[in-house]
């Protein structure tokens, strides 16, 4: 029998990993800054924009997966076995968008793989929150009383369909990179404001 402090554990063990994910994203920059030594601010500030830009772009990235995350757990009451599954892949893929993103600094700038690999994470990461969503709606007694249905349920779907097209279009097309994410803004808003409620102990 699942409990409200099983369920706790879950979300906080999950919040921390996103923490630390989305920390360790800036540590390539740190490394680049300690080297400049007495150079020209400048000059270096130029030199690491495609770093700069990547970096931010993972940032957006893990925190978006983050609030579709959160979104989705305060729509739960309690977890089983299954989701804690799910939710444990899922944070497979959070943690491995740090290396994609090294990989695409490190070729000083987005082509080849590196893209591809960028983009299949981010593509793993929206399958799995999908499947969630799918359980879900199969058990419904996990879900907060008064909840009857899952919120940006219709969303994930889309946002899977627009990743695939996105990977195809980076893929026939290389110079257009990781720009083909664009496409994730025509994603309609799916998802309403998050009703507030007390979990029981």
């Known amino acids: 029998m699942a409990t409200s402090r099983g369920f706790d554990r879950v979300v906080n063990f999950s919040d921390a990993v996103v923490a630390i ?8 920059l740190v ?14 500030l130029a030199g690491i924009g495609a770093q700069v830009y990547v970096f931010v772009l993972s940032f957006a990235v893990i925190a978006y997966y983050w609030f579709l995350h959160h979104t989705f757990f305060e729509q739960l009451q309690q ?6 599954l ?7 893929g ?3 968008i ?3 993103t090294a990989l695409i600094v490190d ?3 987005p082509a080849g793989w590196a893209t591809t690999i960028y983009m299949g994470t981010m593509l793993f990461l929206a399958i799995i929150q999908f499947a969630m969503k799918v359980y879900i709606q199969k058990h419904k007694d996990l879900l907060t009383p008064g909840t009857s249905y899952i919120r940006g349920y219709i969303g994930s ?3 899977v369909v627009l990743l695939v097209i996105a990977i195809v279009i980076a893929t026939v097309f290389p110079n257009i990179g990781l720009w083909a994410l664009m496409l994730l803004w025509t994603t309609p808003v799916f998802v309403k404001p998050v009703k507030k409620f007390q979990r029981s102990a």
């Open 21 to 28: 994910a989305i920390t360790i994203l800036v540590l390539p």
């Open 31 to 44: 490394d680049e800054a300690s080297s400049i030594g007495h150079g020209d601010v400048n000059h270096f």
């Open 79 to 84: 977890v089983d076995r299954r989701i804690m």
């Open 86 to 92: 799910l939710n444990t892949l899922w944070l497979f």
């Open 94 to 96: 959070i943690v491995f």
């Open 98 to 100: 740090p290396f994609p």
């Open 107 to 109: 070729s000083n700038g």
């Open 157 to 159: 779907q889309i946002i």
